[in-house]
């Protein structure tokens, strides 16, 4: 494998097979070594060196924290490619786990909130981590993409029935982006990202859309993927975060980020073709049911004192 020539120990390798789960562009790839080392090998594009090389240090910053997650191991410049351009080579601890997204709905109900609890703690810790970054014009950068995005999806060609309401409540709360928390987010931490592994724990992969943002932001993903496996381990995963019920501000910014990701997923989904373009359609009616078209700010799922009891038992 020509791609490979370069990587430092990689003349070690016995195994190299291609890991094909994901959205990424990135090239993946299940190693192990004469050892017996265990790796995950993620190849991209040598232009994207700078990105990469920040996600890199992204993951080494993560990786203070003690929880099973990927871990970095080496990161550079390898092989060459068919266009005579080097790839940016990125080597992480592999970590052993199903995903959480295949096994969660087989789980006894207690057991489902549990793992969301350790999620969202894990969630927390990450938010915790000092950001040294000055960032004063986020949340007028921010408002701007959502009011970008939302004139992206009226100008689309697919629409769904309700959403000039959803529109218009995306506009009138616009404002409550301001002077938020801004933390380190993972970028895509829901269930499809999630490992359950063989101690029972949860397992964290796939840090490559890290960013800076507003905390309440990595909660929308959480409408769109954690509520359609379990409803316990969403709720969990609230809980587990915050220490209890969410307070009512973060219900609010959660609301309007879920409105607008639930309608621009729809146009992002359009070069994926059909299936993908029907399946964001259906997520985005989902939201509209469970927030009552955004009458509400807390969806109808959240079980409140339901959970509560839940997270009793498991004292």
């Known amino acids: 494998m020509d791609d490979i020539s370069g990587i430092p120990g990689a003349e070690s390798w016995t195994t190299v097979e291609p890991v094909l789960k994901g959205w990424s562009s990135d090239r993946k790839f299940f190693v192990q070594d004469q050892a017996g080392r265990r790796l995950l090998l993620r190849l991209s594009a040598g232009n994207t060196y700078h990105r990469k090389q920040q996600e890199y240090e992204g993951i080494q910053r993560f990786n203070?924290?003690?929880?099973?997650?990927?871990?970095?191991?080496?990161?550079?410049l390898c092989g060459l490619g068919e266009d005579g351009e080097q790839s940016v080579y990125m080597l992480l601890t592999w970590v052993d786990g199903v995903p959480l997204e295949e096994c969660l709905p087989g789980l006894p109900p207690e057991e489902q909130y549990r793992l969301g609890a350790e999620a969202g703690r894990i969630l927390k810790q990450m938010h915790m981590i000092p950001v040294?970054?000055?960032?004063?014009?986020?949340?007028?950068?921010?408002?701007s993409k959502i009011l970008s995005r939302i004139r992206e999806y009226e100008d689309c060609p697919y629409h769904l029935e309700g959403d000039q309401q959803v529109i218009a409540f995306v506009r009138e709360n616009i404002g409550l982006i301001h002077n938020v928390e801004k933390v380190y987010h993972h970028g895509d931490f829901h269930v499809g990202n999630l490992l359950y592994t063989p101690e029972g724990k949860i397992g964290v992969i796939d840090f490559n859309r890290w960013d800076i943002g507003d905390y309440a932001e990595e909660f929308y993903k959480l409408q769109i993927f954690d509520r359609e496996r379990s409803i316990p381990f969403a709720a969990g995963k609230l809980e587990g975060y915050f220490g209890g019920p969410p307070p009512e501000a973060f219900w609010k910014r959660q609301a309007l980020y879920v409105a607008y990701t639930s309608l621009y997923s729809i146009k992002w989904s359009i070069p994926y073709g059909a299936a993908d373009i029907q399946d964001m359609m259906d997520?985005?009616?989902?939201a509209l049911k469970d927030y009552d078209g955004f009458r509400r700010s807390i969806p109808w799922w959240y079980p409140g004192t339901g959970s509560n009891i839940l997270s009793k038992r498991l004292k």
């Open 283 to 286: 997520r985005c009616r989902l």
């Open 132 to 143: 040294e970054e000055e960032l004063p014009h986020w949340e007028a950068d921010m408002q």
């Open 64 to 76: 203070g924290l003690d929880f099973p997650m990927s871990r970095a191991v080496d990161f550079g």
